[in-house]
C-alpha cells in the first residue's frame, strides 16, 4: 500500500491575538506631564530615591540615560555606560537627577556596581544593603575584596537620603544565561530589602535583542509571546510579579529620540515612582502616629 507522507504541523503562533497589557502610545505628553507635575506625600522630602541593581552589562546606566533623554528630548550621556562588556563600568555610588529643562524631577536614581558571580568581582551585597538604608555616603567607592573594604558610611540620614524603590535590571535577551551566583545575591538583596518594607520591581531592558518581532516593531511588545516567556523567567528566578516587570528599550544607538521608546520608559516610570511614593506615603504617617 502507498503511503502519504503528513503534512507537518505549523509552528506554534509567535504572538498573542491581542495585547495582554494596555500600552498608551499616543498619550506621550501626558505620561510626561504627569511626573513632571508630580508631587510627593511628603511635601517635606524633596526626592524619592529608586535604586538600580543588575548583573553587569544588563542596562543600569543606560536607563538612567534613557530617563534623562525622554525628559531632555535629546540623547543623553550623563551616566557613563560601557558598551565592551566585561567588567562593571561603574565604579563609585552616585546620585543621578532627573532634569526637565531647567528644573530637577522629584525622583533620582543611584547606580551602583555590577552584579558578578563570585565573592571577589562585582557589588558586595553588603554594599546594596547599605545604599537601602541611605547609609553609603555619596561617592563611595565600591571595591569588591573584602579584606580591602572601607565603607563611607554617614553617622544619621535624613528621608532623603533614603531608598524608596529597588529596580532590578535585568537584561531580555541573558535571562536565560544568568549565573545562579548572580541570582543568589539577587535573592539576598531581595530579602533585604523585604524586611525594609521598601518596594521592588524589574525593568526588563534589551527586549529587542531577545524577540526578532520586537526588534521589528516596538509596539508588539506585549503581543510577543517570547516577551511574556521572559517575563515570566525573571519573575521565577528574582520573586517579583509580573505585574512588577516593565520591559522597555534603552536608547543604544538612536541619534534621536523616538515616540515609543519613550513611552514605555515613561510608563514604566509612572509605576515605579507611585509605588515608591506609596512608601513615603506611609514612612510619613508612621512618623506623624510617633
Not at 2 to 19: H, L, N, Y
Not at 183 to 194: G, M
Request: aromatic share 6%; net charge neutral.
Amino acid at each position: 500500500m502507498g503511503g502519504s507522507e503528513s503534512t507537518p504541523p505549523p509552528p506554534p503562533p509567535v504572538e498573542f491575538d491581542k495585547p495582554w497589557r494596555d500600552t498608551p502610545w499616543d498619550n506621550k505628553a501626558l505620561l510626561e506631564k504627569n511626573l513632571r507635575e508630580l508631587k510627593l506625600s511628603d511635601p517635606k522630602v524633596k526626592y524619592i530615591r529608586i535604586l538600580l541593581a543588575g548583573e553587569v552589562g544588563a542596562g543600569k546606566s543606560s536607563l538612567i540615560n534613557s530617563v534623562n533623554s525622554v525628559f531632555q528630548k535629546r540623547i543623553t550621556t550623563e551616566a557613563l555606560a560601557d558598551n565592551a562588556g566585561g567588567r562593571s563600568f561603574t565604579k563609585t555610588y552616585d546620585t543621578y537627577y532627573i532634569r526637565n529643562g531647567q528644573s530637577v524631577l522629584p525622583f533620582v536614581f543611584n547606580d551602583i556596581m555590577g552584579l558578578e558571580p563570585g565573592e571577589s568581582h562585582g557589588a558586595d551585597p553588603e554594599d546594596i544593603a547599605k545604599a537601602l538604608e541611605g547609609l553609603l555616603k555619596e561617592g563611595h567607592n565600591f571595591n569588591p575584596v573584602a579584606s580591602a573594604k572601607n565603607y563611607d558610611c554617614k553617622s544619621e540620614t535624613s528621608p532623603e537620603d533614603l531608598t524608596y524603590c529597588l529596580v532590578y535590571v535585568i537584561a531580555a535577551d541573558k535571562v536565560s544565561m544568568m549565573n545562579q551566583e548572580v541570582f543568589r545575591k539577587l535573592r539576598v538583596i531581595r530579602q533585604k530589602a523585604s524586611s525594609l518594607g521598601i518596594p521592588q520591581a524589574v525593568i526588563m531592558t534589551m527586549v529587542d535583542e531577545a524577540c526578532p518581532l520586537v526588534k521589528k516593531d516596538l509596539r508588539k511588545i506585549y503581543t510577543s509571546k517570547k516577551i511574556k516567556e521572559k517575563m515570566q523567567e525573571c519573575s521565577n528566578s528574582v520573586g517579583v510579579p509580573v505585574s512588577h516587570i516593565f520591559p522597555v528599550k534603552n536608547y543604544h544607538e538612536e541619534s534621536d529620540t523616538q515616540n515609543d521608546i519613550d513611552v514605555l520608559i515613561l510608563r514604566a516610570l509612572t509605576h515605579i515612582v507611585q509605588i515608591a511614593d506609596d512608601l513615603l506615603n506611609r514612612r510619613k504617617r508612621g512618623s506623624e502616629k510617633c
